[in-house]
């Protein structure tokens, strides 16, 4: 039973990041403002993490013997993260609507890490061990670029 809501709890999440990757290239492109250099280059980076994350998490999905959400129209149905228009979006702005999708990466994270454990898999319990690692490190960058 416990392994099924880590299935279901990984695809979420892996639909989550996906939809993520959209948003955070929107926020890529659309920024605008007087941190636009140091946000752009952030947010790339950000793009690129995520699209690694995605990859390791279905392919973790795919090891376990898991069928990995794939498809944009489930992502969407899944995801907790909203995506964005296609329109500028202030420096400020951006900065918050990123902190508020970190906070719930960071609580998602920790449900997975819990109930990975639960069914003995160190192994995903520890790929996401490290990303609530980056993760806290996002959100205190974040909380200081606000204040």
Do not use: C
């Not at 979420?12 to 290239?25: D, E, F, H, S």
């Not at 907790?80 to 990466?105: R, T």
């Not at 490290?130 to 670029?145: A, F, H, T, V």
């Amino acid at each position: 039973m416990k392994q099924n809501a880590l299935h279901e709890k990984l695809n979420v999440y892996l639909a989550n990041q996906q939809i993520m990757y959209t948003k955070l290239r929107n926020l890529h492109w659309y920024v605008k403002g007087s941190s636009f250099f140091t946000l752009h280059g952030k947010f790339e980076e950000l793009l690129n993490a995520t699209a690694g994350i995605v990859d390791e998490v279905a392919e973790r999905m795919l090891a376990l013997e898991l069928a990995p959400v794939g498809s944009m129209k489930k992502a969407l149905e899944l995801s907790a993260v909203k995506e964005l228009d296609d329109a500028p979006i202030g420096s400020k702005e951006a900065v918050v609507k990123l902190k508020n999708d970190v906070e719930y990466w960071i609580k998602d994270t920790r449900e997975i890490i819990a109930l990975s454990e639960e069914v003995g898999d160190v192994v995903t319990a520890d790929i996401f061990t490290g990303y609530l690692k980056e993760y806290e490190k996002l959100n205190w960058m974040i909380n200081s670029y606000l204040a």
